[in-house]
């Protein structure tokens, strides 16, 4: 299993490269992240499939689905301690900012 912060860094890299439909490889990703050990890496990304927010293709990689930019900013706050100012100029497309009681 691999540390929160590990996942936080895989999903940074997910949304600093975000294009819509456009995955990004594992290789890349875990070679981006800033983690200290390559296997915690890899293990955050396997982890993160399951998320929502992910849609991950078996040979084009992970992307993030817009589609559940909610799902994803409760996670980035909750789960990863960004602060809201950070969410929203990294979710720019997101227009449920209301439904969070956090902001």
């Not at 915690?40 to 817009?66: C, W, Y």
């Not at 100029?89 to 900012?97: I, Q």
Request: negative net charge.
């Amino acid at each position: 299993m691999a540390t929160q912060e590990a996942r936080c860094a895989v999903m940074q890299v997910l949304i600093a490269d975000h294009e819509y439909g456009t995955p990004l490889p594992k290789e890349e990703v875990v070679s981006r992240a800033a983690v200290k050990m390559d296997g915690e890496a890899k293990t955050a990304f396997d982890e993160l499939k399951q998320q929502p927010f992910v849609r991950h293709n078996r040979q084009r990689g992970m992307m993030i689905d817009s589609s559940r930019f909610g799902d994803l900013a409760d996670y980035l706050y909750y789960r990863c301690g960004w602060r809201p100012f950070v969410i929203e100029s990294r979710l720019k497309h997101y227009e449920g900012w209301e439904e969070h009681d956090w902001r």
